[in-house]
């Protein structure tokens, strides 16, 4: 589907269009459960020449008007056949030739070859369903006839079919909403009622144009919406709210929280030989997957780690999903935000952002090795001072936060090579996968983890481990992704200083 921009920079209108037309395309069904029009609720029927594809007559007859309209107000000449249902029923076709000025066949009956099949189509449907459509996304032209099964990926969803939309919470980009789709799709075409999370991007004065971050988000999960059984969260599409005029994103409701959250409640039952291993094993693939489609996450921590509780035979089961891909991007697209921005939590991003290098896979490792620690202790890092720029020059110095005693020598040993001050030094993801892969599911190093274990009880009994026990937090920190670049500027104005002298 192809993301048209209007002449207003700021704007963005996700109604598909043929590369060559003005005319938004709103006779085609994009979801292959919808049964009726999202523009006018008029029930869709099923095209003579791909049953799979189905689309609304009454939109259909709109188009053609208004094409008709459009090509006669710019003397481009071409006639049409107004007999729309005409085309659609009989198995007669006829060939529109848009290299010439007029269309010189419009009238005459001609057999056209398409999918093996011998179809009935008139010039207008003719231009309609072997039109292309350039998408955005996808970096492909794709047939608007197959549009349902090609871009069979981020789908607009009419904010109708959303119910009970509260505020939830507030983020660094904007605010988060808890809803109840009616028509969520499932697999195999039937539906269900679906709790759901909004992702409304706010307005700021640090964001001009706040489309760029919307669209960031949304051609990130264009990448990972096929892999429907991976630790990436789910989205389900786009709305608008007609209200406020903001676009928003459709999200899989993580009813189990972020990661931080559920440390705080299950910290003493989140084990050294069980549920530690598999809550990074599945971090890690989630990073895993990001890294092999060349994209680098950018905004890694525990509030970006939800946990999805999925009920199997009865039994409730926690799946953890890497979430926010509102700052991703590719490798060879690593440039920063649209006004040259940075945003980050401190104690999570790499020592080398700070001294103004780019973002990188390196970088990602970096903030999973601070959720590793997380994982010991069930504190944040650097929860215990403030959040400004002594506690950056403290971190490109090379602190990292105190290692548990009960921590194993190997897990450790994993943890500090990914938080090592030069990036060139820290194992790839994948390498990072493997080792939990075999500590979990081949229990290498059983025993000293089973020694870990029986040490963090004797620490959570003494109450010298958890975050029940910790020390309180200082009062400025600030854990939500924000603005970095003053900090960077702060540094790299110092070290040029210190240089001279």
């Known amino acids: 589907m192809e993301l048209v921009n209007t002449n207003d920079d700021d704007s963005f209108d996700p109604t598909p269009r043929l590369k060559s037309s003005p005319i938004p395309i709103k006779f085609i069904s994009f979801n292959e459960c919808d049964k009726n029009c999202v523009f006018c609720s008029e029930e869709y029927i099923s095209a003579r020449f791909c049953d799979s594809q189905r689309y609304c007559k009454k939109c259909l007859s709109s188009y053609i008007n208004d094409i008709l309209g459009h090509m006669l107000h710019n003397g481009l000449g071409i006639r049409y056949s107004s ?40 010039s207008d449907c003719y231009l ?3 039109g292309l459509i350039e998408s955005t996304l996808a970096k492909k032209k794709i047939s608007i006839l197959y549009l349902p099964m090609c871009v069979n990926q981020i789908k607009w969803i009419p904010y109708s079919q959303f119910e009970d939309v509260k505020e939830i919470t507030k983020g660094g980009y904007g605010t988060i909403y808890k809803a109840t789709y009616l028509d969520c799709p499932r697999r195999w075409g039937n539906k269900k009622v679906e709790t759901v999370i909004l992702k409304r991007f706010k307005k700021s004065k640090n964001i001009n144009n706040i ?11 264009q990448q990972f919406f096929k892999e429907e ?13 007609p209200e ?15 990661l931080h959250k559920y440390l705080q409640k299950n910290f003493i039952y989140i084990t050294w030989n069980k549920q530690k291993l598999l809550i990074l094993w599945q971090i890690s693939e989630g990073l895993k997957l990001i890294h092999k489609k060349n994209f680098i996450h950018r905004d890694f921590h525990s509030g970006n780690i939800l946990f999805v509780v999925e009920v199997y035979d009865s039994v409730k089961k926690y799946q953890c999903k890497v979430a926010d891909l509102g700052l991703s991007q590719t490798l060879n697209n690593n440039n920063t935000d649209p006004n040259n ?22 970088a990602d490792i970096y903030s999973l090795g601070m959720i590793m620690w997380e994982l010991t202790t069930g504190c944040k890092p650097f929860d215990d ?33 990914c938080w090592d001050p ?5 194992p790839s993801i994948k390498k990072i996968r493997n080792t939990f892969d075999d500590w979990y599911f081949r229990n290498e190093f059983i025993t000293e983890f089973d020694q870990a274990e029986e040490k963090r009880k004797k620490l959570i009994e003494l109450k010298m481990i958890g975050p029940e026990f910790a020390e309180k937090r200082h009062l400025e920190v600030i854990y939500t992704s924000r603005p970095l670049s003053t900090f960077i500027s702060m540094f790299i104005y110092k070290f040029n200083n210190d240089t001279r002298l």
């Not at 489309?211 to 999960?221: G, I, Q, V």
């Not at 005029?245 to 929280?257: E, P, Q, R």
């Not at 921005?341 to 390196?362: H, L, M, N, W």
């Not at 001072?385 to 190997?410: A, F, M, N, Q, S």
């Open 244 to 258: 406020l005029d903001d676009y928003m994103l459709v999200i899989k409701y993580a009813s189990g929280g972020d």
């Open 128 to 130: 309609i369903s072997s």
């Open 385 to 417: 001072v403030k959040h400004d720029i002594h506690l950056v020059y403290k971190i490109i110095d090379g602190e990292r936060p105190k290692i548990t005693e009960d921590t194993p020598e190997c897990y450790a040993n994993l943890m500090k090579s």
């Open 83 to 122: 007999d729309i249902e005409r085309c659609i029923d009989k198995n007669y076709t006829t060939i529109y030739d848009d290299s010439e000025k007029d269309c010189k066949l419009c009238y005459r009956k001609s057999l056209h070859a398409f999918t093996g099949v011998y179809l009935a189509m008139c």
């Open 211 to 221: 489309n760029e971050y919307f669209l960031n988000e949304l051609k990130s999960f």
């Open 229 to 241: 059984y991976s630790n990436i969260i789910k989205a389900y599409g786009f709305t608008k709210d």
């Open 422 to 426: 030069d990036p060139k030094k820290r």
């Open 341 to 362: 921005e940075v945003y980050g939590v401190i104690p999570y991003i790499a020592p080398e952002i700070f001294k103004g290098s780019d973002f990188s896979k390196e």
